[in-house]
């Protein structure tokens, strides 16, 4: 395994500081584009090369059954049972099955067929999909001097991350814990057991992710397959023992449901939006299967084994309401219930893996684009280069999963808190991909605001009605968010800060060698300063030139851009530039889903006429250790968050895979 923690700090650089823009939150911000340490981030051309995933269509469709509809393809073991329980007295007799269904319906084919596969699909940036590359695809189409609006794209996708970290816990929660309980449908005694039961299971999966997922992967496409043909051909046998359910079809069963329901159409909505959950991940898992794919697997059997399953549950209610308590168990024969909770049971937990696959996308994604500290990330594959796995993530989330089913102890009360964050979420995506519209696809503002004006008319009611959840639970999701988005508004800030302070010692390049009229000693071999600006000598290069009175016969000034792209080109890596006096620069362009490799960038430096002998190469690190100022910018609580996440950085060195043995750290303390 290649192990390779995420962008590096400016708490790292005396040897040359980072420099990361002015903070998006305060006031006239620069353009957010964030640079640390020797990594800056920069606008890309149009001739940088995207990923996209090849191999034949059927075999990638099959590979996003296993990890793309893991999430929604799990929404019916409790969807149809909450709306029920939540519509109360008004939910009885067949007009309120019908209409039930139909909301179910049309939420699917307008949320996530229309919205997701047809439209923000088409916003491929350079292959890869998410949040965060939607706010960068809409970030980068703007004008230059639009700062402000540039400022507020990139607050919407940190909200937006926040809000995917918050619902990443309760997917894997609310998932293994709908799946575990169809135990009591075939024993009810066996109640007692469904927690411990789920815990097991969510443990041994959060164990099993530093092995990667290319062990099991190969299995998670026919599994689900198989879980699709399944729920599709269940929901057909109890369809044809009541065809007339096929009426919900007709949106006037919603519109009358909802009339009936009068106030509590909100609170049947917070239970409908459990049917989309998971539609995001069509847009974020887009750069591992390509749109394509996506597409047909959604529209060739994810969509009809849904829409048949529910109205299936649809028709057995019809026929035996007595069965809402375990609805989705209900309609297989007794003698197949074992088999159907050990399917089902598989199916959430690959469900989970998803979830905790994009936390480890998105955390890579953020860590490249300066809004976390670098983390250790261990490539898990030698050809997938999406299979990642992030320690700290993952512990972290296996407790905040673990701690969730033990406190709510059913899935019936996750769903009070399940649905706010995804509606958040989704609301944002229609937002940037609204902008989208207008400046890259150019659509005309008026049809561009119209269309998808009309899709977040329905993400902010379905994000109202979970918003009546916040008592009952839905209130763990935003507070999970909220502090994601303090830790990452107080990292920003910080960066922001000790730049600033670090300038202040800065010499320009140009004064330096003009200086050097008296050269001081120089000794054979190259000496590597990593540098977020290749126009100021590195501190590390003055310190050392101050304490050692020595310099190498060959000086390079190493300095690696993070481009608004995915991946960058191999014949695009590098650039060098002589400036005399032994005097070099080095610009190494990576991609916001790539990691830095200094050494196989220097490697490369050959084609352009300078030599690289790594043996006779020494790679000078700066190290700064912050102490708090009595009077900081930031706030005692600021202060703190920025001075502890900077302490449990990743080194820098293994960052860049920097052998330990060539590498060279100075220190010094900064006020901050």
Request: glycine share 10%; charged share 15%.
């Amino acid at each position: 395994m290649d192990q390779t923690p995420g962008a590096p700090q400016p708490t790292d650089s005396p040897n040359g500081n980072g420099r990361p823009a002015t903070d998006a939150f305060a006031e006239n911000a620069r353009p957010p584009l964030l640079a640390e340490d020797a990594v800056q981030h920069a606008q890309s051309d149009q001739t940088d090369e995207g990923h996209h995933p090849q191999g034949p269509i059927g075999v990638l469709a099959l590979g996003a059954l296993g990890v793309v509809y893991g999430d929604i393809g799990t929404s019916p073991l409790y969807t149809m049972r909450e709306i029920f329980h939540h519509a109360g007295e008004a939910g009885k007799g067949q007009s309120a099955v019908l209409g039930a269904l139909s909301l179910v319906f049309w939420a699917l084919i307008l949320t996530v067929s229309v919205k997701y596969l047809v439209l923000i699909l088409r916003a491929d940036n350079r292959g890869e999909g998410g949040v965060l590359a939607l706010a960068r695809l809409a970030g980068n189409a703007l004008p230059p001097g639009a700062v402000s609006r540039r400022a507020l794209i990139m607050l919407l996708s940190i909200v937006g991350l926040a809000l995917f970290f918050g619902d990443a816990l309760i997917t894997p929660a609310i998932s293994v814990l709908s799946a575990v309980e169809g135990i009591q449908a075939a024993q009810p005694g066996l109640e007692p057991f469904v927690v411990p039961g789920a815990v097991g299971i969510l443990a041994a999966l959060f164990f099993f992710q530093s092995r990667g997922t290319g062990r099991v992967g190969r299995l998670f496409g026919p599994v689900m397959l198989l879980w699709f043909v399944v729920l599709g051909t269940t929901g057909l046998w109890q369809v044809a023992t009541n065809p007339q359910v096929l009426a919900a079809i007709d949106p006037r069963y919603a519109i009358a449901f909802t009339s009936v329901l009068g106030w509590k159409t909100f609170v049947v909505l917070g239970a409908v939006v459990l049917a989309v959950t998971g539609g995001e991940a069509l847009y974020a898992d887009m750069g591992h299967f390509g749109r394509k794919p996506i597409r047909l697997a959604w529209f060739g059997l994810v969509l009809p084994a849904l829409v048949l399953n529910y109205f299936g549950q649809g028709a057995l209610l019809l026929r035996q309401p007595s069965a809402l308590g375990h609805l989705f168990f209900e309609m297989v024969p007794h003698w197949s219930l074992i088999p159907m909770i050990a399917l089902s049971t598989a199916a959430t937990i690959i469900a989970s893996q998803a979830t905790i696959s994009g936390v480890f996308s998105l955390t890579q994604q953020a860590i490249q684009l300066g809004l976390l500290p670098r983390m250790t990330i261990l490539h898990t594959s030698e050809t997938a280069i999406g299979q990642i796995y992030v320690p700290r993530m993952n512990w972290l989330q296996m407790a905040g999963v673990i701690t969730l089913v033990i406190a709510f102890g059913s899935s019936s009360n996750l769903a009070a808190a399940y649905g706010i964050a995804v509606t958040g979420a989704m609301t944002i995506d229609a937002i940037l991909a609204c902008v989208v519209a207008i400046l890259i696809w150019r659509w005309h503002p008026l049809l561009a605001v119209a269309a998808f004006g009309a899709l977040m008319i329905i993400d902010l009611a379905f994000f109202s009605a979970t918003v009546l959840k916040i008592p009952d639970g839905a209130w763990f999701p935003l507070l999970m968010a909220a502090c994601t988005w303090y830790l990452i508004s107080s990292w920003r800030r910080g960066r922001a800060l000790l730049y600033e302070q670090l300038q202040g010692s800065s010499l320009p390049v140009e004064a330096f060698l003009e200086r050097m009229e008296r050269a001081p000693l120089r000794v054979a071999g190259t000496a590597v300063f990593m540098t977020g600006d290749v126009s100021t000598v590195p501190l590390a290069l003055l310190h050392n030139l101050k304490h050692n009175k020595v310099m190498h016969e060959r000086v390079i000034l190493m300095h690696v851009l993070t481009m608004d792209v995915p991946r960058v080109a191999e014949t695009r890596r590098v650039e060098v530039r002589r400036l005399g006096k032994g005097f070099h620069t080095v610009v190494a362009r990576y991609g916001f889903m790539e990691q830095p490799d200094v050494p196989a960038a220097l490697a490369r430096c050959r084609l352009h006429g300078l030599p690289y002998d790594e043996m006779q190469t020494s790679f000078f690190l700066g190290r700064e250790t912050l102490v708090p100022s009595a009077r900081s910018p930031l706030g005692r609580i600021r202060q703190s968050i920025f001075i502890g996440l900077s302490t449990t950085a990743a080194a820098t060195k293994v960052f860049f895979r920097i052998p330990p043995n060539r590498a060279v750290e100075l220190g010094a303390q900064v006020e901050i």
